[in-house]
């Protein structure tokens, strides 16, 4: 017998799909319950046995409240298919969704989502979405005076609404326990995490003033930075998704870091990222509020380094091969690279990251003052990661060769995220060899700094975009590299001694905005001489000449 033979009222076919996804649509939440409980015992059987009752209850709650007449079939409908697909994601890699993980959903590059399909997704949608929607479709409602429909969804929530307060009532110690221990559960449990993300986002977002906000349009530079004989060139490489932990400059046993070895660079172990995707950690480094200060909205409407570098008479320039700058550079020039069609740096519709360094010596060549180029790389997005780098860096093996991590070992997966680094080793040094042969023209730097790290199977959890809050260390540790030309350590008295003394000491994307600052020697009252990485290790007399002092 189909839903098609019985007539059925609209309450009884919410309280039918909240059953559904309570009970079929959330695994990942009911195994966390299950081992934070401990299994069953005398002391929690009333708790394990009302929990399902609760967690019905407040879904019809949450389900009732946006299905409404003649929409509640197709808002179902709607409501399964993305409920599947998020559980799909957190069953598979361990993701938990919150407003941040909309904005990385909304801002992510079509390349990118498509790394993420698979037939295993489009099994699990069509299993647990599209055939209960099409059951919910097809379902015969029974008729009645909006009157009386508006008068059983009244008493519908209602009865919902005392049996949830009933439940928390008889075993609140029980749950008040398991909501603070385990805070991760209101991410876990869909469609509740759906809401609570998108009502987020929108909150964010359509709070967000629509006026700019000026910083640093004091910014100047002392003459002896101006006009200090050669022009400088800084070239900053924003990573992506590199952890720190993989690299062999930080003490990792594999050679992940070969030719950067070599390099004279500077490795700084203990940085930490200001989020865990790259719509929060990109715009959040690149501004002058840090990680306490920022929200996700702050990129559009606030003014950035890149902004402050142009007020002090610098030239910026954003080369990507990413998913975009996240409002970072939308007032500088621009150039996307990820798509070019260049013979041994492409393939299917994707660049490799030595396409970054495609056609740069042309742009330094007509560069006639000081400037910086950012470099934003592709370096090792997951999970993919085989597709990040050229078959030539396939050096630890055997390597993943899906984006279906659980259809892989662990040791397989490392070994395909470690070529990536390996990969970017190379991209990196060339980098530096670039800057080298320029050291007639110019004083230059390379600072390289991930935008976030990587879980690759630890505690069962992949990828990244984990809650800041709840986020393993994996996942927020990046790399940092310096290299400095013996040209601008002379010109700005920075002792790498001294530097180097720092290079285990607690960091964070906080120092980035003012160590650019400090290095390209700008005077601004943003300017914050504490968090500048080279403050400390530059001579009385040149550290006068950056920042405000």
């Not at 100047?220 to 400059?249: D, H, M, Q, W």
């Not at 030539?392 to 899906?402: K, Q, S």
């Not at 659980?406 to 490392?414: F, K």
Request: a neutral charge; hydrophobic letters at 45%; charged letters at 15%.
């Amino acid at each position: 017998m189909s839903l098609r033979n019985v007539p059925l009222s609209r309450p009884t076919l919410t309280l039918l799909a909240a059953s559904w996804l309570v009970a079929l649509g959330n695994f990942p939440f009911w195994r966390t319950v299950w081992e934070a409980a401990g299994g069953p015992r005398a002391d929690n059987f009333l708790f394990l046995v009302s929990l399902p009752l609760l967690v019905v209850a407040w879904v019809y709650l949450l389900l009732s409240l946006v299905t409404w007449g003649r929409a509640t079939q197709p808002v179902l409908g709607a409501v399964l298919l993305v409920s599947a697909a998020a559980g799909y994601f957190t069953d598979h890699y361990g993701m938990l969704l919150d407003h941040s993980m909309i904005t990385n959903t909304l801002q992510t590059h079509t390349a990118e989502a498509l790394d993420l399909l698979s037939w295993r997704l489009g099994l699990w949608l069509l299993v647990f979405g599209l055939l209960p929607a099409l059951l919910i479709a097809r379902a015969r409602l029974v008729r009645r005076p909006w009157t009386r429909e508006l008068g059983a969804k009244a008493v519908g929530m209602a009865a919902a609404i005392a049996c949830v307060a009933a439940v928390l009532l008889v075993n609140f110690q029980h749950y008040a326990s398991l909501a603070r221990n385990h805070r991760e559960l209101r991410l876990m449990l869909v469609p509740h995490n759906i809401a609570a993300a998108v009502h987020g986002y929108l909150r964010r977002h359509l709070a967000a003033p629509i006026a700019l906000e000026t910083v640093g349009a004091d910014a100047t530079r002392p003459v002896a930075a101006a006009y200090a004989g050669k022009p400088t060139l800084t070239v900053l490489v924003i990573g992506e998704t590199a952890r720190a932990a993989n690299f062999s400059l930080n003490g990792y046993p594999r050679p992940t870091n070969p030719r950067l070895a070599r390099q004279q660079v500077l490795s700084f172990s203990d940085v930490g990222a200001c989020g865990t995707s790259t719509a929060v950690s990109l715009p959040c480094m690149f501004l002058d509020v840090g990680h306490d200060g920022f929200d996700d909205t702050l990129a559009l409407r606030r003014e950035g380094l890149l902004d402050v570098l142009q007020h002090a008479g610098i030239k910026v320039r954003w080369r990507d091969n990413n998913s975009g700058c996240k409002g970072v550079c939308d007032r500088v020039p621009y150039e996307d690279l990820s798509a070019v069609e260049v013979p041994g740096l492409c393939r299917g519709g994707e660049c490799y990251d030595e396409i970054l360094l495609h056609g740069l010596q042309a742009h330094i060549d007509h560069l006639d003052g000081d400037a910086v180029i950012v470099l934003h790389m592709k370096g090792s997005h997951g999970p993919a990661y085989f597709k990040r780098y050229p078959p030539a860096f396939e050096v630890f093996t055997p390597a993943c060769d899906t984006i279906q991590l659980d259809r892989c070992s662990r040791e397989s997966i490392v070994n395909a995220y470690d070529n990536t680094l390996r990969y970017s080793d190379h991209v990196l040094s060339q980098t530096i060899e670039l800057l080298r042969s320029n050291a007639r023209h110019f004083d230059t730097a390379m600072l390289y700094v991930s935008d976030h790290g990587e879980s690759l199977g630890e505690n069962g959890l992949y990828l990244h975009g984990f809650p800041y809050a709840l986020a393993p260390r994996e996942q927020i540790q990046v790399p940092m590299v310096l290299w400095l030309s013996m040209g601008l350590r002379t010109r700005l008295g920075i002792d790498t001694a001294c530097l180097g003394t720092r290079l285990q000491e607690p960091l964070s994307h906080d120092n980035l905005f003012h160590s650019v600052l400090g290095l390209s020697g700008v005077r601004t009252a943003v300017y914050r001489p504490e968090r500048d990485l080279f403050r400390p290790c530059r001579s009385v007399m040149t550290a006068g000449n950056g920042g405000t002092g």
